[in-house]
């Protein structure tokens, strides 16, 4: 069973920074599709951001491009997501899970970890 642990969100002004982190166990990573997700309220959970098991490969959403990148360090079975220029519309809770290859959008796991709390100010 795979286990999805996210950290690293908090209270931000407008314009600041953030990383996310989502550490992996119970299921091999180094081979895994990840993807970040979020989900604000009032709105459906949607994918925002996902990269290949190497790392070589990314996509993101159109209102996150150039200004989130997504990373990942297999060695430590870590995704990263990587926030600058945060903006209020940023205000979700983020989770991360496996991604379908096929289906990058998708989630591949029913195991949803608690996600992390992302909040910015103006």
């Known amino acids: 069973q ?4 996210e950290s690293g969100g908090g209270l931000v002004q407008a314009g600041g ?3 996310l982190s989502c ?7 180094s ?8 989900q604000a309220p009032g709105t459906e959970r949607e994918s925002i951001a996902t990269i290949n098991p190497s790392g070589d490969t990314t996509y993101y959403i159109r209102s996150v491009k150039g200004r989130f990148t997504v990373s990942r360090d297999n060695a430590k079975n870590t995704m990263y997501l990587q ?4 903006q209020v519309e940023d205000t979700a809770v983020y989770y991360c ?6 289906r ?3 989630p591949a ?4 970890g608690q996600g992390t709390q992302v909040t910015v100010s103006s």
């Open 97 to 102: 899970n496996f991604v379908r290859r096929d």
């Open 83 to 86: 926030m600058n220029s945060l």
């Open 2 to 5: 795979a286990q999805l642990v």
């Open 31 to 38: 081979t895994s599709a990840m993807g970040w997700f979020r």
């Open 104 to 106: 990058p959008d998708a």
């Open 23 to 29: 550490v992996v166990s119970g299921r091999t990573f």
């Open 17 to 19: 920074s953030l990383r």
């Open 109 to 112: 796991s029913r195991n949803w």
